[in-house]
């Protein structure tokens, strides 16, 4: 048993950067996307011996991330927020930082990743889901329609209608295409 | 409006057989909307690629609780046991006494011969001596007063030659000048004890603070040393689990 513990926690080791940032995508806290996360590995390891393999761990994993989220966010009856700082942390930043990028640039990519996550907070949960999974998670269409118990065509309306959501939503917050080459 | 927002999702997604994807090109030749949407929400995913999640050590670890071992249950005391025959008797003797303390019991062998009596009412029989005491207590003798007020006498005397000795050495009475330039004496001595009290408590607050600033000086350069170390560490540590991620991502594949 110690064996087990000692392999699942290579497991945690891998997944749980992914899990903590699809929980923290999709419910918008940080700490409670770390409880979600920490919840996830814990009702996966008690629920190890069932798995049988059917789907990737990932996307079982992935499953019970958002059963978590969905349960949280039904029992707080909170929607998701844009959990960011209101100022900006200039040393957090320079650890980010990516090579020849001055600081005007960080701080404006900083603000546009507000800006994208306040965007993301006004969607509903369904296309909130499915422009995570897709786009930061990189599943199929297939994959988020198992996930999601929906038709693939379901999940392309989805996306569809939410990107067209979070497009109007930063053209309504100044944040237009020539943003991202400033 | 143009119904293919579908196709236009599986075109931005890369995710169209060849044939749709031939066949939406030719599509957007002719249809502005679908070409300015595709380029519009093609920027929208660039947008996207900014969102990222706050960067944190999350170190989460399953780990297996120890359960510990069910109470003992302790084996109850019988409440009666077997005593020593000493320890019943030394019972016995203490009710005996306990009793007779609570019946007042009276044994006497006298003239009148063997007699025991029990009960508290017995005042007929209280000797006259008991009550004797208070009534010879009152009568003092006239000598004892005599010797007290003789002695207050002399307390009275005793204080009153106190006073004229006070008196005595007050000495004469001083005039008005001398009383100024006394009183002013006083106040200059006041004034130079304040200033040198005043010097020693600023030179001692200066020493205070260039101690403390020494002080913090060299709590910051220890701590710039401890984080110094503590980023090494984590570089080291980041490192490490970067090749064990590697390794993991590795067998996987296989």
């Known amino acids: 048993m110690g064996g087990d513990l000692d392999s699942f926690n290579q497991l945690v080791l891998r997944w749980e950067r992914p899990i903590f940032a699809l929980a923290y995508r999709v419910i918008g806290r940080e700490e409670e ?6 919840e996830t590995f814990l009702r996966a390891f008690r629920a190890l011996p069932g798995f049988k393999g059917q789907a990737k761990f990932s996307s079982w994993l992935y499953r019970i991330t958002l059963n978590l989220c969905r349960d949280w966010m039904r029992k707080e009856r909170r929607t998701p927020v844009s959990q960011a700082p209101e100022g900006i942390d200039i ?13 005007e640039q960080m701080v404006g990519r900083k603000e546009l990743g507000r800006a994208v996550s306040k965007a993301m907070a006004t969607l509903p949960e369904e296309q909130r889901t499915a422009i995570i999974l897709k786009e930061y998670h990189g599943l199929t269409f297939q994959e988020i329609a198992d996930m ?25 917050a100044g944040v237009s295409s020539d943003s991202l080459g400033k | 409006m143009c119904d293919s927002k579908e196709l236009i999702v599986g075109y931005l997604y890369d995710d169209l057989t060849e044939t749709e994807r031939r066949s939406f090109d030719a599509h957007m030749t002719v249809c502005g909307e679908c070409r300015d949407g595709l380029i519009a929400l093609r920027a929208t995913r660039a947008h996207l690629g900014l969102w990222s999640p706050p960067v944190r050590d999350l170190g989460i670890r399953v780990v297996r609780e120890e359960i510990g071992e069910p109470a003992h249950v302790l084996p109850m005391r019988p409440r009666w046991t077997w005593m020593p025959a000493f320890g019943l008797a030394a019972a016995a003797v203490l009710v005996l006494a306990a009793a007779t303390a609570i019946a ?25 001596q008991v009550q004797a005491p208070a009534a ?10 005599a010797r007290l007020e003789q002695r207050l006498n002399e307390l009275e005397r005793s204080v009153r030659s106190s006073a004229s ?25 006041a004034e130079s004890r304040q200033q040198t009290v005043v010097s020693k408590r600023l030179l001692q607050v200066v020493q205070d603070f260039d101690r403390a600033r ?8 220890h701590g710039l040393g401890t984080y110094q170390g503590l980023t090494n560490a984590e570089i080291a540590q980041q490192r490490d689990m970067l090749n064990q991620l590697y390794r ?7």
């Open chain 1, 91 to 103: 040393i957090e930043l320079a650890g980010e930082a990516t090579p020849h990028e001055t600081i």
């Open chain 2, 136 to 145: 010879t207590a009152v009568a003092v003798p006239a000598s004892d007063f």
């Open chain 1, 33 to 38: 996307a770390r409880d979600v996360a920490q």
């Open chain 2, 214 to 221: 020494q002080t913090d000086l060299a709590t910051i350069q």
């Open chain 2, 165 to 189: 000795g006070m008196q005595v050495a007050s000495g004469p009475r001083m005039s008005d000048a001398e009383i100024f330039r006394r009183v002013r004496e006083m106040v200059d001595e």
């Open chain 2, 104 to 128: 007042n019991l009276e044994v006497r062998y006298d003239a009148n011969g063997f007699a025991v009596r029990t009960g508290w009412a017995r005042s007929s029989e209280v000797p006259a």
């Open chain 2, 248 to 254: 993991v991502a590795a067998r996987q594949e296989k």
């Open chain 1, 148 to 172: 999601l118990d929906c038709p693939l065509s379901t999940v392309k309306t989805r996306l569809y209608q939410g990107l067209s959501v979070v497009r109007k939503q930063l053209e309504q």
